[in-house]
């Protein structure tokens, strides 16, 4: 049974930093490629970034480049977002997502790729 579990959320003001993690069990973790998504009140789950399972190509959205980061660190069988330069728009429950099939190295952009989800952290940025 594959179980990813997000943390790190929370209340943080407008220009301020928040790392999310996604911690993996069920699975050879650094196998598969991972991927963020968020869902704001009242739109619809939308891609942050994702990451190819060796952590060698990356996508983010035209929203967030250049303030978040996505990593991955295999012998803890998490990944990372880091998310920097904080605004009221960032606001929203985080998801991480899992691959269903190993070795994609390319990043997975769409909702319907991913087969594996987890509970989603709340992050609230206040202005």
């Known amino acids: 049974q594959v179980q990813l579990v997000e943390s790190g959320g929370g209340l943080v003001q407008a220009g301020g930093s928040l790392r999310l993690s996604c911690a993996v069990s069920g699975r050879t973790y650094r196998r598969y490629a991972m991927g963020w998504f968020r869902q704001a009140p009242g739109k619809e789950r939308e891609i942050v970034t994702a990451?190819?399972?060796?952590?060698?190509?990356?996508y983010y959205a035209d929203s967030v480049k250049g303030r978040f980061t996505i990593s991955r660190d295999n012998a803890k069988n998490t990944v990372y977002l880091q998310m920097n330069s904080l605004k009221s728009e960032d606001t929203a429950v985080y998801y991480c997502?899992?691959?269903?099939?190993?070795?994609?190295?390319?990043?997975?952009?769409?909702?319907?790729?991913?087969?594996?989800w987890g509970q989603g952290t709340q992050v609230t940025v206040s202005s």
């Open positions: 990451v190819g399972w060796s952590g060698g190509s990356t």
């Open positions: 997502a899992a691959d269903p099939l190993p070795f994609r190295s390319v990043p997975l952009t769409i909702e319907e790729q991913y087969a594996y």
